[in-house]
T-cell receptor
Framework: QQPVQSPQAVILREGEDAVINCSSS?????VHWYRQKHGEAPVFLMI?????EQKGHEKISASFNEKKQQSSLYLTASQLSYSGTYFCGTAKTSYDKVIFGPGTSLSVIP | KAGVTQTPRYLIKTRGQQVTLSCSPISGHRSVSWYQQTPGQGLQFLFEYFSETQRNKGNFPGRFSGRQFSNSRSEMNVSTLELGDSALYLC??????????????FGQGTRLTVV
């Protein structure tokens, strides 16, 4: 089942912060975050695993609440380069497929 | 290190025809997953292959099939094309057998248009 992302779209000015949320109705093993810029392939940002392990890029932060089956991606001091569509993907077990949400469109303006 | 290569990049087919898309993963990666991307639908999972075996399958009709070769290259086939199959088809490769806890690298995709 596809995870739910919120908001659907957000517009920020440079330097502002944003939070993108991802939630699932099922218990999760892992949450994955990717960013896709227009006309480009999705690029990996972070993986959050059940139990607290995180793997990702240093400048990106995220949280994973296992009990609530929710994850949030935190974008601080946004830059123009942060613009794109952010996808969260979830998996129920360690051998399950990754199902992605519909995406959150983020636009950073000067 | 070369990235994930998908061919062709663009394809126009007529309704009822069939099509084969190709994906060459990063050298050393053994897992390949396929996704269909359409506006508003995000990335819809098609299937995942690891070491020539299909490990997971999404909720697509049997017209969508795939395979993986011994060199990890993967192909996806869609038979009896419908207008609704028009989409960007992305493949992603990863090192591990479990796609869930490793970083996946996406190709640029194949843009399929069915007329």
């Amino acid at each position: 089942q596809q995870p739910v992302q919120s908001p659907q779209a957000v517009i920020l000015r440079e330097g502002e912060d944003a939070v993108i949320n991802c939630s699932s109705s099922k218990a999760l093993y892992s949450v994955h975050w990717y960013r896709q810029k227009h006309g480009e392939a999705p690029v990996f940002l972070m993986i959050l695993l059940k139990g607290g392990e995180q793997k990702g890029h240093e400048k990106i932060s995220a949280s994973f609440n296992e009990k609530k089956q929710q994850s949030s991606l935190y974008l601080t001091a946004s830059q123009l380069s942060y613009s794109g569509t952010y996808f969260c993907g979830t998996a129920k077990t360690s051998y399950d497929k990754v199902i992605f949400g519909p995406g959150t469109s983020l636009s950073v303006i000067p | 290190k070369a990235g994930v290569t998908q061919t062709p990049r663009y394809l126009i087919k007529t309704r009822g025809q069939q099509v084969t898309l190709s994906c060459s993963p990063i050298s050393g990666h053994r897992s390949v997953s396929w996704y269909q991307q359409t506006p508003g639908q995000g990335l819809q999972f098609l299937f995942e292959y690891f070491s020539e075996t299909q490990r997971n399958k999404g909720n697509f009709p049997g017209r969508f099939s795939g395979r993986q070769f011994s060199n990890s290259r993967s192909e996806m086939n869609v038979s009896t094309l419908e207008l609704g199959d028009s989409a960007l088809y992305l493949c992603a490769s990863s090192f591990g057998s479990q796609n869930v806890d490793t970083e996946a690298f996406f190709g640029q995709g194949t843009r399929l248009t069915v007329v």
